[in-house]
């Protein structure tokens, strides 16, 4: 997928699911749940139970959502992620060899950076847009906005303190699409197996944004 193209869907659906999942069962079901909700873009940590194998079933069972996944920490993680189908990497952190690896690839890498330097950075190294976490502990969506000036031509997607409630502000503030993770899914859901609450939060947050 080419990064135009990835921006482009980031443009329409303008949220992310993060999905962490302690057993791939239970992840897959986070998945089937948000994506029932309406949700597009989906992303399965590469720390979940075999995420490889979920991913392929994802996209399998999923063909109009877009499947990626994140928490990436090295090339290695970062080339089974692409045999395993991902559509799209996320990075904690920014590292020139892993953006170089995804852009060779042709699969939009997206790493995690917080200071104007590091987002600077990996965005001049090849990276589609840039991750900015964790958003909440530099002051949320008024940081977002305080980067427009001098940044405003790089595509920013802030996770990490990002809820159904306070999503629009991040992208009133100029974020091309926020990520979504436990705000999304609510431990109590899970464990209870609520999946359709989840898909309902899902809907909830779709409706927000508009």
Not at 61 to 83: E, H, M, R, S, Y
Not at 180 to 207: H, Y
């Amino acid at each position: 997928m080419s990064d135009q193209v990835w921006l482009s869907q980031l443009q329409q659906h303008r949220a992310i699911a993060v999905i962490r999942g302690t057993k791939m069962e239970i992840g897959e079901q986070m998945a089937l749940a948000v994506a029932s909700g309406g949700m597009q873009l989906i992303e399965i940590t590469w720390n979940s139970d075999r995420p490889g194998e979920l991913i392929s079933q994802l996209r399998a069972k999923l063909p109009t959502c877009i499947i990626g996944t994140g928490t990436l920490f090295n090339v290695q993680q970062l080339q089974d992620a692409i045999a395993a189908g991902a559509q799209f990497l996320f990075t904690p952190h920014v590292d020139g060899e892993m953006i170089q690896a995804a852009v060779a690839k042709n699969v939009p890498i997206i790493p995690g950076a917080l200071t104007p330097t590091e987002i600077i950075t990996a965005y001049n190294q090849g990276a589609s847009c840039v991750k900015v976490f964790p958003v909440q502990a530099m002051g949320g969506s008024s940081y977002i906005q305080s980067l427009q000036g001098p940044m405003g031509h790089i595509p920013l997607i802030p996770t990490g303190g990002v809820t159904p409630d306070n999503a629009k502000q991040f992208l009133q503030a100029g974020a091309i699409a926020v990520g979504l993770s436990g705000q999304l899914f609510p431990q109590k859901s899970v464990t209870e197996r609520n999946w359709d609450a989840i898909a309902k939060q899902a809907r909830n947050l779709i409706k927000k944004l508009d």
